[in-house]
């Protein structure tokens, strides 16, 4: 406060001082309160009109960066925004807020105005990412500057917890409105009282998007006067939250105060915005749930549909087809025709969905019971039906894993060329920008004594000169190879595309397991002469819980390969294993699918939800007769298994079968030096103290090169091949061109973000190599997407590179994703710690198996080692505890 006093101050004597710059002053203040009162009133587009002329002449006045031009052209954002011109008020925003950096320094009271104001435009127009580093920094500095209890300080965390609401923390942005409401209501400031009735709104949207309609509907109810007080009773924004408040009566299904409100607000719409407008649509569709709430034998059901056809029509005619607005709105015609039970409605149910989905707007759960409801009806033909739940079940899938397939197809796609160089340029560009934005936002979380402005001032040049390189390289890229998507198919397969890629032998498997409890549940299996799929009667919590169950059996003491220092003592793993919680999954998932599989030797799976947290082939196809291991029917025993990160991974497969191989036939990495009284001259460049806290940790792996050596003269690879002991370093893996090596093979230490190496907590990821050379040892995954990459195979024989330890986490890890996009055909990933010399002799093994059979597909050799290890007399390794972890990933043949 004492800034802007000082402020004031320094203005005071510049009138005085220059009296005729005083008269230009007071026009300038005059017309620039004939804009604020144009955009008060909600005419946005006279604001506008106004707003560029007053910038063109206080710009000639008072030169370009002036505080009187920056202000107008925040006016004039603003009065873009409201237009929905977001693009360029985005643009505006960022240029003032540019100017006021370089011509004020970040600790300015105005560079921090528009700072928030820039924070606010990129939350609200998708961008909330970028938004949050920027919005954080700017409540902290404010905090300093200006005070903790400064009304502004109390709206800019209000933009803030919006922010955090766009990227998904609704409970905790809830916290921050309902603080700023409380600060807001006692407020002394002018514009308070409209800063509280837009509090109110945004609580009441976001206990909507809480799924709370009772307590919405209580948020808008005390909105609503605030903004009657504050903005007037017809003022755009009062009718706009009336119109909200019509949606939160039908959900809370306080319906019979609905038609009363309907008829009240649609005559305020009809005045403030006439009928070719949003709110107009809006109201037209609560009418249209009046008239069909019924269902499909009420006399008004007829009318409904056709109200509800008039507000797609309508939001298509003011947008487009493809908009969200227009989306949703054939989102909710089509669960009108849903209620039907002629096939005909529900067929154009059906298309009605598809639209929305083109739109954004599809409803994964909505899209399973329609297309039951087909098949019940016998309103599609079972192969249509077929493929439109395979597609559903593509579009649902929106994995980091299947976008990194995807990707890897588009490089397929472009060969090795000019072209294909651009497009990794590109990629790679968009994985910096993310972790420079990661890092920023850490960085501005930080009190104001600890962040260093330097290092800050850097990553924002290097963001944005990211930003620019990348969307040069996409403006070429558009240029040079129009047609790359449509070459790859746009990212899903049909159900004849799917069928034509796999062989004989082969069938493809889908469990779609969400997350969500009430969503619908599916399996699908599919080979080239059959399909079939059905709905799974159980919750999600039912597929969580059966597989804690089965993994609560897999319990290793020691000799994992893991974050834990451990002894060179016998290896122990529980006997307890659930062989029916195993049974369980097959039966309830895929057993009424066997008919489609049953006799293929190869099984691809494509896993989403609880299910992704299990290797399939720990299955067991038929009940259970006794808790003995070796007479338990696993699934291994009949199919060889390979897990897909996407459906559309076929399509991958099929490109990279055109690529030239790579010339050398491995590079293996085994038993890092972690004990640093040997490996002292390694890490010279490190401080050793702090060297031997992160190291002191992980147990040596001497059985790993032994594994290496095992699989190198499997592959007839030279000893040149080989980085084990000190040369297994993360220094000289970078050193290394890796796409010379068809096969990596790293046998080390895994750990997942959140373990402890020492004292040291890793922030992602990562395997352990030998550190040194300026290098701390850990491959992380923000070092492997850097990586070029051309193997058919990676092999990481480390515990937890599978998946993340939650229901609901990726189904591969971020380690197996980070490898895929770095160029990966396939790779063998683990579930759980692997006990250290089971794993070393399964992964010689698959080697020795599929070397001494040419052509033997590997997830083929994969299954021959286990079953020797299941089978082995005196069943040392029959647990699967040491047989299951490791999963094929893609294809490396």
């Not at 925040?74 to 925004?81: G, Q």
């Not at 009809?270 to 008239?291: K, N, T, V, W």
């Not at 030797?601 to 299955?619: E, I, K, N, S, T």
């Not at 196809?621 to 009949?638: C, G, I, M, N, Y």
Request: proline share 5%; charged share 20%.
């Amino acid at each position: 406060m004492r800034i802007v006093t000082l402020l004031a101050c320094l203005v005071t004597l510049e009138l005085a001082a220059l009296p005729v710059l005083a008269e230009g002053l007071a026009d300038h203040k005059a017309r620039a309160e004939g804009v604020e009162q144009l955009y008060d009133a909600g005419d946005y587009a006279a604001a506008e009109a106004a707003a560029v002329a007053l910038a063109a002449q206080a710009s000639a006045e008072f030169g370009p960066d002036s505080p009187q031009v920056l202000d107008v052209q925040i006016a004039l954002a603003n009065a873009l925004r409201q237009q929905d011109k977001l693009e360029e008020a985005v643009a505006m925003f960022r240029h003032v807020h540019a100017r006021w950096l370089a011509t004020k320094g970040e600790y300015h009271p105005r560079t921090l105005a528009a700072a928030n104001a820039l924070s606010v435009i990129l939350s609200e127009t998708g961008r909330a990412d970028e938004a949050l580093p920027l919005a954080v920094q700017t409540v902290r500095v404010a905090e300093t500057v200006l005070g903790d209890d400064a009304y502004i300080v109390v709206k800019w965390r209000y933009n803030l917890a919006s922010t955090y609401s766009r990227l998904g923390y609704k409970e905790e942005a809830l916290a921050y409105y309902a603080q700023a409401l409380q600060q807001m209501r006692v407020a002394t400031d002018p514009g308070a009282p409209r800063d509280a009735a837009t509090v109110a709104r945004s609580i009441a949207r976001i206990q909507t998007d809480l799924g709370r309609p009772d307590a919405a509907a209580d948020a808008y109810a005390e909105a609503i006067p605030l903004f009657e007080a504050a903005f007037g009773p017809r003022h755009p924004q009062t009718v706009y939250t009336l119109v909200e408040y019509g949606q939160a009566l039908w959900r809370s299904g306080r319906r019979d105060d609905l038609p009363a409100h309907v008829q009240r607000v649609g005559a305020l719409v009809a005045e403030q915005f006439g009928a070719q407008s949003l709110p107009m649509s809006d109201i037209l569709a609560q009418r249209a749930l009046l008239a069909t709430r019924g269902g499909p034998d009420s006399p008004g059901f007829a009318e409904g549909l056709a109200l509800q056809a008039e507000v797609v029509a309508l939001r298509e005619s003011l947008l487009s087809p493809t908009a969200g607005p227009t989306g949703r709105a054939r989102l909710d015609h089509a669960a009108m025709l849903a209620d039907s039970t002629d096939p005909k409605q529900l067929r154009r149910a059906w298309e009605e969905l598809k639209l929305a989905s083109e739109a954004g707007a599809g409803s994964r759960a909505f899209a399973y019971d329609l297309l039951v409801s087909l098949r019940d009806s016998g309103g599609m033909a079972p192969r249509e039906l077929a493929d439109a739940v395979l597609m559903v079940a593509q579009e649902a899938q929106g994995s980091a894993a299947a976008g990194s397939a995807l990707i890897q197809a588009q490089r397929l796609a472009l060969g090795e060329g000019e072209t294909a160089a651009q497009f990794r340029a590109a990629t790679d560009l968009g994985e910096r920008s993310a972790q420079l934005q990661q890092a920023l936002l850490v960085q501005t979380n930080l009190p104001l004594a600890e962040r260093d402005a330097a290092r800050e001032g850097q990553m924002r040049r290097d963001l944005a000169a990211a930003r620019a390189q990348a969307d040069d390289l996409w403006a070429a890229l558009d240029a040079d190879a129009p047609g790359m998507m449509d070459l790859i198919g746009g990212g899903r397969l049909t159900l004849d595309e799917v069928q034509a890629a796999l062989a004989p032998d082969e069938a493809l498997i889908i469990l779609d397991i969400s997350p969500v409890e009430g969503d619908a549940q599916m399996a699908m299996a599919i080979s080239r002469e059959a399909v079939d799929w059905h709905l799974l009667n159980w919750t999600a919590d039912s597929f969580t819980g059966a597989v804690a169950d089965t993994r609560s059996g897999i319990a290793l003491k020691l000799g994992t390969r893991a974050a834990a220092a451990l002894d060179d003592a016998p290896v122990e793993a529980k006997v307890e294993f659930d062989l029916y919680a195993a049974q369980w999954l097959y039966a309830e998932t895929i057993g009424a699918l066997e008919p489609v599989f049953a006799g293929k030797a190869h099984l691809m799976f494509d896993l989403r939800g609880a299910v992704a947290g299990l290797p399939p082939h720990l299955m067991v196809r038929a009940e259970p007769q006794s808790d003995d291991l070796t007479e338990a029917d696993w699934l291994v025993r009949h199919h060889a298994v390979t897990v897909l990160p996407s459906v559309f991974s076929l399509r991958t497969i099929a490109l990279a079968r055109g690529r030239a191989p790579a010339p050398e036939p491995l590079l293996a990495f085994a038993d890092p030096v972690y004990d640093l009284d040997e490996g002292t001259a390694l890490v010279a460049s490190l401080d050793t103290a702090s060297a031997g806290v992160l190291r002191g940790a992980l147990a040596p792996l001497p059985e790993t090169a032994d594994e290496v050596r095992a699989v190198a003269a499997a592959l007839g690879a030279p000893p040149t091949a080989l980085r084990t002991g000190a040369a297994a370093s993360e220094a000289g893996l970078k050193e290394t061109r890796l796409s010379d090596f068809r096969v990596l093979h790293f046998a080390t230490h895994g750990l997942v973000t959140g373990d402890v190496a020492g004292q040291t907590v890793l922030g992602e990821p990562a395997l352990a190599l030998t550190p040194g050379r300026g290098e701390d040892g850990f491959l992380t995954v923000s070092e492997i997407l850097a990586l070029d990459l051309r193997a058919d195979w990676v092999v990481l024989s480390a515990c937890n590179t599978a998946q993340g330890n939650e229901p609901d986490a990726e189904a591969l890890s971020g380690l197996a994703q980070a490898f895929f996009y770095a160029g990966a055909r396939a790779l063998m990933v683990s579930h759980w710690p692997v006990e250290s010399r089971s794993a070393a002799h399964l992964m010689t093994e698959t080697f020795r198996i599929r070397a001494e059979t040419p052509g033997l597909r590997a997830a083929e050799a994969q299954r021959r080692a286990i079953l020797a290890m299941i089978d082995a007399p005196g069943g040392k390794w029959s647990h699967p505890a040491y047989w299951a972890p490791f999963v094929l990933v893609g294809s490396p043949d």
